[in-house]
């Protein structure tokens, strides 16, 4: 960071106080005195990031910011993101990761073989989704006469068990639909402890899209 901050003209003392508080911001002031070649994959991307922040930019550009990471370096890099949207700088991504997108951008281009397919507030484009996936996960497993009942519910139009404890519902439905959907889970005596939305609705919307093309 001081070598940037040199290359840049930046004053020493600008550098210094500019460095200490990227460091803290990306998590890395207690290695701030160890050589990057030490460091990890996620490590060095959160450093990139404190790089490309040095100057206090307005919009930085970032292609694929979680590429090859591991799912806490993954969640690290969203929270620093997010950290930025709060600071008000504005971050141009490019992702593959749909699910991350739709958890991390407040807008979207949607783009296939450089044909812009859609663009607008990812609030926006979720509504445009009809079925969502919703993840569960219960302590006690769902029986054939469970999976039959869970099936009926209204607005259920798939059924799938991920796991001995858990399953996924394709579901159509907004917010009050969806707690419907989990007070008749609970009515059923599946004991539910877990009910989310997977973030795959926008990878669903992208890939309508894609065909709709075709």
Not at 42 to 54: E, P, Y
Not at 116 to 131: C, I, M, Q, T, W
Request: with cysteine; net charge neutral.
């Amino acid at each position: 960071l001081q070598y940037l901050g040199s290359l840049r003209g930046m004053p020493a003392s600008e550098i210094a106080a500019r460095g200490r508080d990227l460091l803290d911001l990306v998590k890395l002031t207690e290695w701030r005195d160890q050589r990057v070649g030490k460091f990890s994959k996620g490590m060095k991307q959160r450093l990139a990031l404190a790089q490309a922040l040095l100057p206090q930019p307005a919009v930085i550009i970032l292609d694929e910011p979680t590429s090859g990471l591991d799912p806490r370096g993954m969640v690290e890099v969203r929270d620093i993101l997010r950290q930025l949207h709060r600071m008000d700088v504005t971050v141009l991504m490019s992702s593959h990761l749909l699910n991350e997108v739709q958890e991390v951008c407040t807008d979207v281009a949607l783009i296939n073989r450089g044909r812009l397919l859609r663009a607008g507030s990812v609030a926006d484009l979720l509504n445009e989704v009809k079925a969502r996936r919703i993840d569960v996960r219960t302590l006690r497993p769902l029986t054939p006469a469970m999976f039959d009942r869970v099936r009926a519910v209204p607005g259920v139009k798939g059924l799938t068990l991920t796991g001995d404890l858990s399953f996924a519902v394709d579901f159509e439905g907004e917010e009050e639909a969806q707690a419907q959907l989990l007070i008749a889970l609970q009515n059923l005596g599946l004991m539910v402890v877990s009910f989310k939305e997977s973030g795959v609705a926008l990878e669903s919307l992208y890939m309508s899209l894609i065909m709709d093309s075709r």
